[in-house]
């Protein structure tokens, strides 16, 4: 089934649209470079969560010289917003569909993987789960 390379091409394809998101997004802010930093949004957003901690240090940075205090601001708002994007809606979505799990199941198990694993919670949690069921020889129907 390799649930695990599942999952990682899942987060390239979610990292990929993060940062086409963030690109749209800091080009109407009025950023500079916006193509670079969407380069470096991507590579950072192939590592769950702590990838959104790291890309907001240099974009932070670049928001105070363009903007100050107000534009890093509106960055931290832009990526709560984009990160919760995510996190609530692609990750669950794309991973269903992609393990054929129901959402709700894979939003579970990423919020208890997550709880209990932490950070590496969200990338491991699915691909466990699925080593699980065939381990027990248990078939998901998706309805």
Do not use: C
């Not at 963030?22 to 380069?39: C, E, H, K, N, R």
């Not at 470096?40 to 959104?52: E, H, K, S, Y």
């Amino acid at each position: 089934m390799n649930s695990f390379g599942k999952v990682i091409e899942l987060q390239i394809v979610i990292a990929f649209i993060n940062s086409f998101l963030s690109v749209v997004a800091l080009t109407i802010m009025g950023f500079p470079q916006t193509l670079g930093l969407g380069a470096m949004i991507f590579i950072l957003g192939l590592v769950p969560v702590a990838g959104v901690i790291i890309s907001l240090i240099p974009l932070s940075i670049i928001a105070f010289n363009i903007g100050g205090a107000f534009k890093i601001i509106e960055v931290i708002i832009m990526i709560f917003v984009l990160h919760s994007l995510e996190t609530y809606v692609l990750n669950p979505k794309l991973m269903s569909a992609k393990t054929k799990l129901p959402v709700f199941l894979v939003f579970l198990i990423l919020l208890v993987s997550e709880h209990y694993i932490g950070v590496w919670g969200l990338l491991l949690g699915i691909p466990m789960f699925m080593f699980l069921l065939d381990i027990l020889d248990i078939r998901v129907k998706n309805e």
